[in-house]
Structure formats: C-alpha cells, structure tokens
C-alpha cells in the first residue's frame, strides 16, 4: 500500500493506493506459447546454440544442440522460460565439454584404465 500525504495551508490530504494484487502459484503454471512466442523462443534456442558453439568449438554441434533442448525442457518448468535459457544452457555445454573430455580420455588410454 502506498501512502501519500499532502499538507495545505492547515488541512491534510491523504491518498492511500492499493498495491497491486500478487500472483498465486497457480498463475505461474505451464501454459503453451502462442505461436509468435514458440517461433521468437526458437530464434532464442539459435542464438543461444550459435553463441555456445563458439565457445565451446571443438564440441560437435549436435551435442551444443541437444544441451540446449535440455536446458529449454528445464527453463520451461520456470515462469520466466526465456529468462534462464541461456544460462542453463550454458550450464548444460559446460556438463557436456566436461563429459567429452573425460570420454577423450578413456578412449587415449584404454589400458591403463582398465588395470
């Protein structure tokens, strides 16, 4: 609530406005995008996979790819889905370059990880 006093040659003025009325959990549910929404999420998905796919060049793309659909089905469980898109993705490519190097690993040095 938001008051606001004004004084006048002697007489007060108060003006009280109401704050406005909070969200439930219900109203922060999944809910499908509209169709100029899906495509503008979608444009998002590109730019995020394109921006990832430099940074994290010697990973095939199709891996950045499926990090970012991994991180999509994450960010879609949120009520800001576009908001934390890209920084799971970037979360995911990081679990993912990790993931590729220690299968680098194992694959240079089969024997010595088997003794």
Known sequence: ???ESKSNAGSKTLRITPLPPTLSFSEFSLRPFSPECSQLLEELKDRVAAELANEFSS????LI???????DS?????P??????PVLAE????QVFAWAAKQQTIRSHPLALAA
Do not use: C, D, G, S
């Open 91 to 94: 979360e995911k490519a990081r």
């Open 59 to 62: 990973l095939n793309y199709r």
């Open 74 to 78: 994450l960010a879609a469980a949120t």
């Open 80 to 85: 800001f889905p576009t908001l934390v898109l």
């Open 1 to 3: 609530m938001n008051i």
């Open 65 to 71: 790819r499926q990090a970012v659909n991994e991180a």
